[in-house]
């Protein structure tokens, strides 16, 4: 199987670009900047859904949905929202209809603008706390814990499979609260539960921090994030959360009666991860090979290729291979038996590679014979020969194993390529290197800006667990009290 991918260090990007389209994740659509994703890539997206899903739920969220088309007046009534996403809205001005005004029959097809412009989704805040004003009334209503499963609209002129598309998937999370301690609590607790994910189920280990006011969300007070370093030594974004404030309670005039007796506005978060994150399990883990999934993630955990001459072979092969798979079913593993009579063996074995199934089998009739079956694992493309009867105990280890191994992989990459720098030059030098740096800012936006314009490196966060360490900005010179992480970004 000729796998046509270019190695990462020929040219990443186009590894990228090959590595989804060959592995069967996504592919370009007829609409200009969106995808089609394809099975294989929306099983994946599947298992990322289905986890957070239950993480959100076992802390007392509920899921709901919310219209797509949004009334372009929502937007202008939060002054910073409507600017942050002015650039990139999808707008919704004139509709089609097709009638018989005469009664007769005659059809006449008509095209009418619309009273007031929809504007197509971009995020929901404004038409999720236009309709909040009708459910809360009383601190008693309080809090809201939604999360929307949807689609969205960003119109980027710049697309990406998975990174960044005109139209991608996600999930929403959006909050109401009685109080600021409890809505900052809230979002502190969502970082937390994608930071748990990102690290226990895509083996992908974040730093996580708070936004300089410069990079917050529109209309937040406050924008917490994690962030993730990949193979190329760029950082992506990998979910963010948001403290609102009273912003959108007061711009749709969301007030509750609190237990003082007293009207006040509600306090509001939203918080949310997208199908970036498949860019970010490709990009954090896979190799010239193909794919690396972790286990956890993976649609197909184990795969059994079966060796064989004839169709007898085929037989004893199978029947001896559908024991293998009921055991593994049994015990909570996914598996594939791949028996197609149209590929060869060594075609599977580079198929499976390239889609990063963690392990592979395979077995012959000389295997039968002997009592013993082959284990290749994808992380590290490793061969052993086990006893077929303790194979499936093996396996249950061996998953276990190929998943703490991609986190430290990831997780020592990491290590390796985050630097301390104290000086200008020292930072010129680190950015062209790639990876996380740690630098003094004096706190501007002007120098974080200069910074950007310079080096095309941005602030992605401001490190909750750094601590306070007195010195002065790389660029300005003035007086800093944090460092912060600077790099190159997605």
Avoid at 316 to 321: M, S
Avoid at 352 to 369: F, H, M, N, S, T
Avoid at 405 to 424: G, L, M
Avoid at 455 to 477: H, M, Q, W
Wanted: proline residues 3%; contains cysteine; aromatic residues 10%.
């Amino acid at each position: 199987m000729a796998k046509e991918i270019v190695s990462r260090s020929e040219n990443y990007s186009q590894w990228y670009n090959d590595l989804v389209v060959k592995a069967d994740l996504a592919e370009n659509s007829a609409v200009r900047g969106c995808m089609v994703i394809k099975p294989y890539g929306y099983a994946i997206w599947e298992k990322i859904q289905a986890q957070l899903d239950k993480m959100f739920k076992d802390t007392g969220h509920v899921n709901a949905y919310f219209p797509l088309f949004i009334p372009k007046s929502f937007f202008s009534k939060e002054a910073s929202h409507v600017e942050g996403f002015a650039k990139e809205c999808a707008v919704v001005t004139h509709y089609r209809l097709k009638n018989s005004p005469d009664g007769k029959g005659v059809i006449v097809d008509e095209t009418a603008k619309l009273e007031e412009e929809l504007i197509v989704r971009p995020t929901s805040e404004t038409i999720i706390w236009n309709t909040y004003k009708g459910w809360i009334q009383s601190y008693r209503d309080l809090p809201i814990l939604i999360n929307q499963w949807a689609n969205v609209v960003r119109w980027e002129m710049r697309t990406r499979l998975f990174l960044r598309t005109a139209e991608f998937l996600w999930q929403e999370g959006h909050t109401a609260h009685a109080t600021s301690e409890e809505a900052i609590e809230e979002t502190k607790k969502m970082l937390d539960i994608y930071a748990e994910f990102a690290e226990n189920y895509m083996g992908i280990p974040v730093l996580k921090g708070r936004k300089s006011p410069n990079e917050r969300f529109a209309g937040a007070i406050d924008t917490y994030c994690i962030e993730a370093l990949m193979q190329d030594g760029k950082a992506l974004q990998a979910g963010t959360s948001h403290f609102l404030g009273q912003n959108f309670a007061k711009a749709f005039d969301v007030k509750f009666l609190n237990q003082e007796g007293k009207l006040d506005f509600v306090w509001a978060t939203s918080w949310g991860v997208s199908t970036r994150l498949m860019g970010a399990l490709i990009m954090a883990h896979s190799d010239d090979n193909g794919l690396v999934l972790p286990p956890k993630l993976a649609p197909i955990q184990v795969v059994i290729i079966p060796i064989y001459k004839g169709k007898e072979q085929l037989g004893d092969v199978a029947v001896k291979a559908e024991e293998i798979k009921k055991e593994l079913l049994k015990r909570g593993i996914s598996v594939k038996y791949d028996d197609r009579d149209t590929h060869k063996p060594g075609f599977k074995f580079a198929e499976y590679e390239l889609k990063g199934v963690p392990v592979r089998l395979a077995l012959g009739q000389r295997d039968i014979e002997n009592n013993t079956i082959e284990v290749a694992r994808r992380d590290t493309l490793e061969k052993v020969t086990v006893p077929i009867n303790d194979v499936v105990n093996y396996i249950a280890t061996l998953l276990d194993e190929i998943q703490e191994n991609i986190y430290k992989k990831a997780f020592d990459f990491r290590q390796k390529n985050t630097i301390e720098v104290n000086t200008w030059d020292q930072f010129l030098e680190a950015i062209e290197k790639g990876g996380f740096i740690a630098a003094h800012w004096d706190g501007t936006t002007e120098t974080e800006e200069k910074i950007k314009e310079l080096t095309k490196a941005t602030i992605r966060c401001i490190p909750l667990d750094s601590g306070f360490e007195k010195g002065n900005c790389v660029y300005s010179g003035k007086s800093s009290d944090q460092r912060v992480i600077f790099a190159r970004a997605y």
